[in-house]
């Protein structure tokens, strides 16, 4: 059957039995919705006044990256259009979705006039920050309750359970013990810091929403609605369809390319799994093992230059550095992790007995890219413009703008007014759960600097981990993926940023590599329980084992848990990063390489073919040693893998060992 996101954003493959019920992809929306909230839809005049309230909110921010619009002045305003937009679109309850209730539009109004307030005379009104007047209370005090609630619709529970926490401490720090203890702060005290400076609700989160992210979120939206995302899935098809492997390896490229504009795994996920379970199924893929490899390519979608995931904008805010170098850091890993994955794909295609799928209407690559190859010039586009000396703001500007223009190209993907009008409003919605995760970790952010608490929290792991900077690293990382499994991304990297990188770079990790291994470690924990929106996403589509399904996209992603170890351990491995000398570089990157493809070998049980107990320990203490940036390792790790050529090449027979069954 041809389903809607085929229909949306691919097409329906001939010839393969396996379909995806409608069923099962309203279950995997559901999965959508847990990571960006569970919107309404509306009918009528309701939703042409939501569209246009959208549509200005993109104009609005279009505009500010062109012009020029006061820090203040743009961050109230973009938490306005937030706050309104949500208490609209996302229901108080479940059984109040697609209803717009009395309390929805007061609380929607509420938000308003809090920034309305703070707007009219916003010199006069950031001075009595230390003295706030009764009304500043007031509604100070109402925008954090705001907040709170928009961040319950959207995000859950939890997230609003973590925020309140840290708004108690705050309060309740004299009566706490040593080294938690501090003097405590009243409700006139956090009100000023919170609502009143650029420091808490309106400070670098909220700052970083309202100019990188909603740009990105629109520049995305235009793709989408031009049928750039087919495209993408099509070329996939094409160029690496057709040999054994071609099933894993389309899925691999085409989630790099729906990914990098996206920048959202689980959608990219269900995205690509409506059009790709097919294809795998056909192959020999089982459920929970075409179900791991759809949320492993899912996952490098926040891997993914040139948009990665929200929290890489707050990397080069935090850092106070250039998106461009954010991501000239995230290109090797990223490398690397598309790379583990080509190799398990191939491993897979040798292990499984993997078929290869041919796709009967499938165009020729050089016709397919003639007529539609115009969509890559806007990604192309936004790493020209910083090349070139412009801010990422201004980049992702004119690349919108490129892609606006080029799609006139075609007819069907020319965004005439009424898909324009779409794509605007789109790329406000689309914004809308981050833009709330933004605002209430600026909260978190102001208790942080006010308290003194990331570095108490980051002592305390220093004194646990004995000053050892691989023990720090190792707390660091169970520190961030547990805090990832309650929390989104964005809000978990924000939390750690604060509160754990401290401990990093007070042992002599450069905070830039100390941010970056937050940053994957925030984004990896999508793929472990009970979170895991990924792997749950594939497994609804795939009709899979939710709980095998994420063992499977483990182990596809086992090398992304090791290498960002690299450029925190030893002062060499920053050069994963692009960062030192250029010799240091290319040799770190390259034995890097060797060891992920050792890892993922040892893992699967598998290299040229199946792999004797032996030969897979050896590939396992290969990959970790040549992953850790040490030349004695490095030589030790190359002999390692050389053994295990050679013994799986039989060239030494007497070498061999009985076959694992891995």
Sequence with gaps: MTDRRVEETGREIPGLEVGVSEEALKEAEKFVEAEEGAASHFKGKVQVFLIAVGVLMSLFHLYAAYGIVQAQVLRAIHVGFVLFLTFFLFPIAPRFRDRIMAFDVVLALLSVAAIAYMLVDFDDFIYRAVTPTRWDLFFGTALILLI?????????????????????????????????????????????????????????PIDVSATFIILFTIYGAILQFSNAGKFF??????????????????????????????????????????????????????????????????????????????????????????????????????????????????????????????????????????????????????????????????????????????????????????????????????????????????LIVGVVTLTGLGLKFSAIIIKHAGNSVLLTAVYSGLIVWIIGLAVPVTASYIICAVIVAPALTHLGVPDFAAHMFIFYYAVLSEVSPPTALSPFAAAAITGGNPYRTTLQSWKYTLPAFIFPFTFVVDPAGVGILLKGPWPAVVWTSITAAIGIVALAGGVQGWLFRKTSLAERLLLIAAGLLLVYPKPMFDAVGIVLVAVVIVMQRGFLPWLRFPRSRG
């Design 148 to 204: 709170l609630e928009a961040l319950r619709r959207t995000s859950g529970w939890i997230m609003l359970g973590v925020v309140v926490l840290f708004l108690a401490y705050a309060m309740v720090g004299a009566y706490l013990p040593e080294p938690w203890t501090h003097r405590g702060y009243d409700l006139e005290r956090l009100v000023g810091q919170m609502y009143m400076t650029l420091e808490g609700i309106f400070g670098t």
């Design 233 to 442: 899935i099509d070329f996939s098809f094409t160029a690496l369809g057709g040999s054994r492997a071609g099933a894993g390896r389309t899925v691999v490229l085409s989630s790099f390319l729906l990914g990098g504009p996206s920048g959202s795994g689980v959608a990219t996920t269900v995205t690509l799994g409506a059009v790709a379970y097919p294809l795998l199924a056909r192959a020999g893929y089982g459920k929970d093992a075409a179900g791991g490899l759809l949320a492993a390519g899912g996952l490098g979608a926040i891997l993914s230059p040139p948009v990665l995931g929200a929290a890489a904008f707050l990397i080069a805010e935090f850092l106070k550095i250039s998106y461009l170098d954010v991501i000239l850091m995230a290109t090797i890993p990223t490398l690397l992790y598309y790379l583990s994955l080509f190799v398990m794909v191939e491993i897979d295609s040798r292990k499984l007995g993997i078929q290869s799928v041919v796709i009967p209407d499938a165009s020729g690559l050089w016709a397919l890219t003639r007529r539609y190859g115009f969509h890559f010039t806007s990604l192309v586009a936004i790493v020209g413009f910083m090349l070139a000396g412009y801010t990422a703001i201004a980049a992702v500007f004119w690349a919108t703008i490129i892609a606006f223009a080029l799609s006139f190209l075609r007819k069907e993907c020319a965004l005439y007014p009424g898909k324009l009008l779409g794509a605007l409003n789109a790329g406000s919605v689309g914004v809308l759960a981050v833009a709330v995760t933004c605002a209430a970790a600026g």
